[in-house]
């Protein structure tokens, strides 16, 4: 995936640890530090979401999406707060934001909620991803390993594109399983195990997806 | 049964027994008076008769003269006697001879002459009868006449007597139901108008019972009852004003809490993401490394300092202080030599000036007071301002007054009340920048009330701020017995105290007072004897 973010916050270590996140999930980013100057910025820029901080001097998030809203500003909001309070959230989702994250969030969580919402709302744009001779054609369920055609269950489909979505990050087993199998799944850790040895034995990855210890798995690419 | 019933019925029942058993008796006196008035005529009236026959039949032996009358004339003189009472209706009269009736008067002694017996009694005989709906006195006699003995009785119609007594009797029932009835009635009114603010009490409980603190009693009059109702409202009022404070309590607690978890979430946010980013990313160069890792260090150290900032709180508000002479001077002159690195890397001045030579305080707290305030004045000072500390000698009090003034952005007079305030930031990005977290006032707010000194704060915009602790004039010693009483008593302290407590720490005051009163006390160290030349000082750096 790819897109243009504006990160709104405060404080100046989180602002560089978001971007340096996102870089890590292959966005590009801006950064504001308040909410009148990022009201300024979404006016001139162009952005495919704003990640926005929810305490912020004088102009705080709600207001700062108020207006957004009231100069018909359509982009994508996902909230960033520390407040871990239903209200808040409640109130935030009303007004329009896709998401909601609470600090502290690890890094893939952040870039899967931002995934999960670029998605949704660029609505027909999956289209296809590639890795290194595998063409990955999301909306036809299609597979192509140079050119031939590999016939995937839909789990190891699902898996794979999440890795390559995420190509160069180290994904704990946890985080895959609930990608691609769902908070609510009650499975064993031991289920992505079996799923990413097929897909090494399928798709000739065994030196790209990597094997980290006491983490989980990487697919590296030859860069 | 309810009271009111019990005293309702219990008054009724009392009342009607009395009326009546009072007014029975005096009606039974009065009949019994009557009857006896009623013998008392009818027993002269008998008389009467016996004496006329005798003289009638004296006078008839006289103008027959003979000793003794024959029978036949003799009852014919008494016969014409007895005949004259027919004119008096009320009054019969009967003769009779050895049980025989000769000769009755009026229809009723006829009647009455039934009644034989009575004329076997010897001399008077007195009775009262009754035949059908009449009521009699009767009297019987024995009678010489003409040298032989007869009976003569006499029946008196005391019906009208009865019949009065009856009417009476009726009347008085009459009477007391009627008196019953209104009794009742008053009573009822009565209970009602005592027993109403007892129900109005009973129901202002109960709704202040059910958590409707602002509910009072209505007070009227000076009864018993009234009394009661303002003793309730004087408990309401306490009950309300602890549960309020205790909600404020609670409240600034929440507030505080929230205030912290905040302050720990911002840089724990950075240190998990970058973390994050160091453990999952591949291939991290070694510039990316070192900003992240040193981003996590110094954040770590931002925590590490709210962590001690917050254990001091703790600490000032469940310590009492170890109050000592402190030379100021010298004092001073040693902060002076600490703080000058410090001041030179910020480009600043720092002059100090002493008119006051000793304060009474714990040398420790000072020191974190002192350190606190300058921290506050470097951070708002731009380079080449001066920054000064002053230690002068209050005339009003004769107290020692420390006064840090900087000549920095100044602060908006409606933040100054909140400055005290844990985690208020005057510049959230500024203070985050030099590490603080919006304590270090608190602090001092704290240490101040430990010493029982004041706090005051005076700035406009642009125009620098002037921070000044008030000290009272107290030896070592009675530093001590005031720092005790400040336990016993956490409301009599002098500071400022109008805003929020730091709770969290507060609370805990309390608790802890009497486990501090046990501690050993610290000996006070004696007053200076060394005179101090009350000169002024002032110098730069």
């Known amino acids: 995936m790819s897109g243009h973010i504006l990160i709104v916050e405060d404080d100046e270590n989180i602002a560089r640890m978001v971007e340096a996140t996102l870089e890590l999930g292959g966005y590009t980013s801006e950064v504001s530090a308040d909410g ?35 100069r018909q500003r359509q982009i994508p909001v996902i909230f960033l707060t520390a407040v871990d309070e239903v209200s808040k959230k409640v109130r935030g989702l009303r007004m329009g934001a896709e998401d ?23 609505r027909g744009a999956a289209g296809s991803v590639c890795f290194d001779g595998i063409c990955v054609d999301i909306d036809a369920h299609q597979v192509l390993h140079n050119g031939q055609l590999v016939q995937l269950t839909p789990k190891e489909f699902d898996l794979l594109v999440f890795f390559i979505q995420n190509t160069d990050i180290a994904l704990t087993r946890e985080r895959l399983l609930s990608a691609v199998w769902g908070h609510h799944f009650l499975g064993e850790t031991r289920t992505v195990d079996t799923h990413v040895q097929q897909l090494r034995k399928k798709l000739a990855l065994a030196e790209a997806l990597v094997t980290i210890p006491r983490l989980g798995y990487r697919l590296e690419g030859s860069g | 049964m309810k009271l009111w019933q019990k005293i309702f019925l219990l008054t009724l029942a009392l009342v009607i027994v009395v009326v009546n058993a009072t007014s029975l008796l005096l009606l039974s006196n009065n009949h019994h008076l009557a009857i006896e008035r009623d013998r008392q005529d009818a027993l002269s009236r008998h008389n009467y008769i016996v004496v006329e026959l005798q003289n009638a039949i004296i006078y008839q032996q006289l103008v027959d003269r003979v000793i003794s009358l024959d029978e036949g004339e003799a009852l014919a003189v008494a016969r014409e006697v007895l005949n004259r009472q027919r004119a008096d209706s009320s009054l019969g009269v009967a003769l009779f001879s050895d049980g025989q009736l000769l000769h009755a008067v009026n229809q009723t002694a006829k009647r009455q002459s039934d009644e034989r017996t009575l004329l076997n009694e010897p001399a008077y005989t007195a009775r009262i009868t009754n035949t059908d709906d009449a009521t009699y006195l009767l009297i019987v006699s024995t009678v010489q006449l003409n040298g032989r003995p007869y009976q003569l009785l006499s029946s008196l119609d005391i019906t009208s007597t009865y019949h009065l007594f009856a009417a009476n009797l009726d009347m008085v029932r009459f009477i007391g139901t009627l008196s019953a009835l209104l009794v009742a009635g008053i009573l009822l009114l009565l209970m009602r108008g005592l027993l109403g603010p007892l129900r109005d009490l009973s129901t202002t409980t109960r709704h202040i019972a059910l958590g409707e603190l602002g509910r009072r009693a ?48 911002t840089p724990l946010t950075s240190i998990l993401g970058f973390a994050d980013i160091l453990r999952i990313k591949r291939g991290v160069s070694d510039a990316q490394r070192q900003e992240f890792a040193s981003v996590i260090v110094s954040e770590t150290r931002h925590l590490q300092g709210l962590s001690s900032k917050l254990m001091q709180l703790l600490t000032i508000s469940n310590f009492r202080p170890s109050l000592q002479d402190i030379e100021l001077e010298e004092y001073i002159a040693q902060l002076k030599l ?51 500390l002053r230690a002068t000698r209050d005339t009003a009090s ?22 005290t305030e844990p985690f208020y930031m005057l510049d959230k990005a500024r203070t985050r920048r030099h590490g603080g977290a919006g304590l270090g006032l608190a602090l001092c707010a704290e240490i101040v009330r430990a010493h029982n000194a004041t706090l005051q704060i005076e700035s406009a915009v642009d125009a620098g701020a002037s921070v000044s602790v008030s000290f009272l004039p107290t030896s070592a010693e009675e530093g001590h017995e005031q720092a005790e009483e400040r336990f ?33 006390r610290l000996p006070g160290i004696p007053p200076a004897v060394s005179s101090v030349t009350l000169g002024r000082e002032e110098s730069h750096v």
């Open chain 2, 218 to 265: 209505a007070v009227k009059g000076h009864d018993e009852v009234s009394e009661v109702a303002r003793n309730l409202n004087i408990m309401a009022e306490s009950i309300e004003r602890n549960v309020t404070q205790l909600e404020g309590l609670a409240e600034s607690r929440r507030v505080f809490i929230g205030n912290l978890a905040h302050e720990m979430k």
């Open chain 2, 338 to 388: 600490a703080l000058t690195p410090l001041f030179e890397r910020s480009g600043l001045r720092f002059a100090t000036q002493v008119d006051s030579p000793r304060l009474v305080a714990d040398p420790e707290l000072l020191a974190s007071l002192l350190n606190n305030l300058l921290d506050n004045a470097i951070k708002a000072s731009p380079p080449g301002t001066t920054i000064t």
């Open chain 2, 398 to 419: 004769d107290g020692c007054v420390l006064t840090v003034t900087d000549q920095g952005a100044g602060i908006p007079p409606e933040q100054i009340p909140l400055l």
């Open chain 1, 100 to 122: 909601y994250i609470v600090k502290p969030f690890e890094a893939v969580e952040l870039l899967a909620r931002i995934d999960v919402v670029l998605r949704r709302t660029q």
């Open chain 1, 36 to 70: 009148s100057s990022a009201l300024a910025l979404i006016q001139q820029r162009e952005y495919d979401l704003v990640l926005l901080d929810v305490m912020l001097p004088q102009l705080d998030g709600f207001d700062v999406l108020a207006e957004m809203t009231h």
């Open chain 2, 488 to 520: 016993d008593d956490s409301d009599t302290t002098t500071s400022r105290e109008d805003g929020p407590q730091p709770t969290g720490a507060r609370a805990v005051t309390n608790v802890q007072a009497s486990d501090i009163a046990d501690r050993p």
